[in-house]
């Protein structure tokens, strides 16, 4: 398994927006030093993990993934035989919120080290970098070549690797369309009330691991506009979801 991760150095950076409401105040934040996945998940890569008979493992699940597995019991993602998502080099979709963090426990005892989903604000320093506060990985204006939203006309995901010029100042790639991204975050008890709000605050409770909260997406995807692939955009799902437009990568 080629992991492919980024080093992203410890320092500031801009969050957040005052131009999105759930997004601001906008802000600076020092965060330590971290490596993410270069490329969201893809399908050869979660394919390990469903081999693995991992739904079948419960020490890979949360309490509430575990739950959440035994009441509708599946041995894959959603759309994994869809030929319209299933390629090799395509992100996994059609994962939960449960599933990417059972993934990311796998995937630290097979490495012996420890893998986890990005919170927020990793997310956001990856895609922006440590200088500016531009409104996309590339630089404030929106430009169709750069990404996989729906602006592109895509009727599926691409490669992960489809659009080069999409690169953050880190050489993250994807970070802007294709599917949006599970994070550690939390938006709050239920999908209607953001809860936890800004200035970020990574000891609030907004990174714990268990219970039921619906949680904070970012990135935008394939169909949807590309103004929710600005990277202070908060989208929000419940752990359970597991759409089309939905994958995760790792730090």
């Not at 035994?70 to 994962?95: I, Y």
């Not at 949680?215 to 359970?240: C, D, H, K, T």
Request: hydrophobic share 40%.
């Amino acid at each position: 398994m080629n992991l492919g991760l980024v080093d992203i150095p410890a320092g500031a950076f801009w969050m957040g927006s005052d131009s999105i409401p759930d997004a601001s105040p906008q802000h600076r934040l020092e965060i330590a030093a971290f490596r993410i996945g270069k490329y969201p998940v893809t399908n050869a890569e979660y394919r390990e993990f469903v081999d693995a008979s991992s739904y079948l493992r419960r020490e890979w699940w949360t309490g509430m993934g575990w739950r959440w597995l035994l009441s509708r019991p599946q041995a894959a993602p959603g759309f994994w035989d869809d030929p319209r998502f299933n390629g090799e080099r395509q992100p996994v979709v059609g994962v939960s919120w449960y599933e990417a963090v059972a993934y990311c426990r796998w995937l630290s005892a097979v490495h012996a080290r420890v893998f986890r989903l990005p919170n927020e604000a990793e997310w956001e320093k990856a895609a922006r970098g440590g200088v500016d506060a531009r409104r996309f990985p590339w630089g404030d204006r929106f430009e169709p070549g750069r990404a996989n939203t729906a602006e592109s006309g895509s009727s599926s995901t691409t490669r992960v690797d489809a659009f080069p010029l999409g690169a953050s100042p880190y050489g993250v790639l994807d970070l802007a369309g294709n599917v949006f991204e599970w994070t550690l975050s939390k938006w709050g008890r239920n999908w209607q009330e953001l809860e936890f709000l800004y200035p970020y605050r990574a000891d609030d409770g907004r990174e714990e691991v268990e219970g039921s909260a619906a949680r904070v997406m970012r990135g935008g995807s394939w169909f949807n506009p590309y103004a929710e692939a600005q990277i202070s955009n908060r989208a929000r799902f419940l752990p359970g979801s597991r759409g089309s437009n939905i994958g995760f990568r790792v730090v």
